[in-house]
Structure formats: C-alpha cells, structure tokens
DNA sequence: ATGGCCCGTAGAACGGGA
C-alpha cells in the first residue's frame, strides 16, 4: 500500500496534475494539504472517475485538506473526522480515516510566518495540541500514520542553507523540539528510514529558480507509528511534479507499506 | 539593500504562503 501526502497549493489549478500523476502511479492514499476549495466546489467527480473516493475539508482562500482513496485496492475511508478534537480550530487543517486498518491523519501544520509573528504562536498551540489528541492513541497502539506539510524542517540536513534559515520559522528550536516531541510520542519518520542522498527536499520557493538550484527544505513528511516500522518499504520524494509547467511549490512524499495481517483491502 | 513568485479574492493591489 502506497500512502502520499502533497501540498497541492490550489486543488483547482493542480488538479490536471494530480488526475496525471494518479493515472501514473499506483498510489492507494493520498492526503492532500492547501485545496483552497469550499466543499461544493471540491472535484469529487473527477476523482471519482480516476478511481478515487474522496473525504474534504476546506473554507475560502486558505487551508483545506482531503485524503483520497483507492477504490480498487483500499476502498472508501471509515471514521472520517475532521479536525482535532481538543482544539477549536476555525481553520481547515486536519483530517483523519481509518484506511485498510491504518488511521491515516492528514495534516496542513500552520506556517507561522516569521517568529515574532502571531501566526508563530498559534502555530506552536496548534502542535501541542495535535501532541495532546495523538499521543494517547499512538501509545495505546493504533497504528497510526501522520502524513503532511508540517511546515517544520527537522533537522539542519533538512536545509540546503542552514545559516539562512537559522532561527528562522520552519526551522526553529521551538518548533524542531516539537517535531521531536511528536516523535517520541511513538512515531518515525519514514525518511530517515533509509539510506537517502543528500540535499533530498519537498519544497524550493517559486522565486530565484530555487528548484533548478535544488534551494529547498524537507518540510513534508509522514511519520509511521512504531508498530508499522518493519512494514515500511520504501520513502520518496517525486520531484517529477515540481518540474512540470505551473507546478505547485511542494513535491509529493510517498511511503510503500507492506501489506499487514489483515491484507491492504480487508479492511472494511 | 530589497525582493525577486504564485494563488485567491478581487476587479487593484494585497494577504498569505514558506
């Protein structure tokens, strides 16, 4: 079972693209970050059509986040749920299913636009209460899998300039201990896994030709509880989207899974 | 030195992203 989070920035200007990228690649879950969309404007059809269901959350403008699942292989998600339940958030920015018996959480962590700003703060509350509603479960064993744009490059190998960046939002103490709380709550993150390259990134600012020259930040991750760590095959990058005319900014993350106990389509 | 792009909502610039 392959499972993929991507920052879509705009799911009505990305759509072709992901409809392409679906018809390409046997992905099974896919958790989608920044649609941008209200719900009656979200492409349930199209999707459908590609062979997709679709659970959504969105509001004007910002935020907005969906998880998609394969029909053929997976099926329709269960227990959808939107948001955090210790936390009343107005903004769109989680939800979560059980998928083939994994609770899949697809999560758009806030940006915080620069450490002295209120956006930082509320981006800190935000983490500590996604810590509070997961903790518990991951430490009751659910096996549990975290999927999307965390905003937060955990480490300084995480960053083609670290001084840069130092002290900076996305990179900064406050929020890379929280990553590591995250972590310790039960989690690893996929990536490190595996022997990987150097320089490995999910988003290059549209500006400067920051891709072309390779000036990113691994900032979108998926984190498996501990419990499916040896079921983990695989983690990369598919920068091939980030290529392509009128790209979003942020390159999908993919995560193979071995198949469990219960096989990957006996789950409902 | 600063900001240099993209998206949505606008119906011109501006907030937000990262």
Not at 12 to 19: F, G, I, S, T
Not at 98 to 124: E, H, M, W
Not at 140 to 160: K, M, S, T, Y
């Amino acid at each position: 079972m392959k499972i993929a989070t991507w920052n879509v920035n705009s799911l009505k200007v990305r759509l072709p693209h992901l409809l392409e990228w679906l018809a390409d690649q046997p992905i099974d879950v896919v958790c989608l970050q920044e649609t941008k969309l209200t719900d009656d404007k979200f492409p349930r059809e199209a999707i459908a059509q590609a062979g997709y269901e679709s659970v959504f959350i969105g509001q004007p403008t910002y935020n907005g986040v969906a998880i998609l699942t394969r029909r053929d292989t997976v099926g329709a998600p269960t227990d959808v749920r939107f948001g955090n339940p210790l936390h009343a958030d107005e903004q769109r920015r989680l939800i979560s299913a059980t998928v083939a018996g994994v609770r899949v959480v697809c999560a758009y962590f806030p940006n915080g636009q620069s450490i002295d700003s209120d956006k930082y703060v509320y981006k800190l509350e935000w983490i500590d209460r996604l810590i509070d509603w997961l903790a518990p479960q991951i430490a009751q064993g659910l096996p549990l899998a975290l999927a999307g744009d965390f905003n937060i490059a955990p480490e300084d190998r995480d960053v083609r300039n670290p001084a840069e960046w130092a002290g900076q939002v996305l990179c900064s103490v406050p929020e890379r201990e929280r990553f590591l709380r995250l972590v310790n709550s039960g989690l690893v993150d996929s990536f490190r896994l595996f022997e990987q390259p150097e320089k490995i990134f999910t988003w290059w600012d549209y500006r400067q030709m920051a891709f072309r020259r390779n000036n990113g930040l691994r900032i979108d991750h998926v984190l498996v509880s501990e419990n499916l760590r040896d079921r983990v095959l695989g983690c990369q990058v598919e920068r091939e989207l980030r290529k392509r005319e009128q790209p979003s900014d942020h390159a999908p993350v993919v995560v193979e899974l071995a198949p469990g106990d219960q096989g990957p389509s006996s789950s409902r």
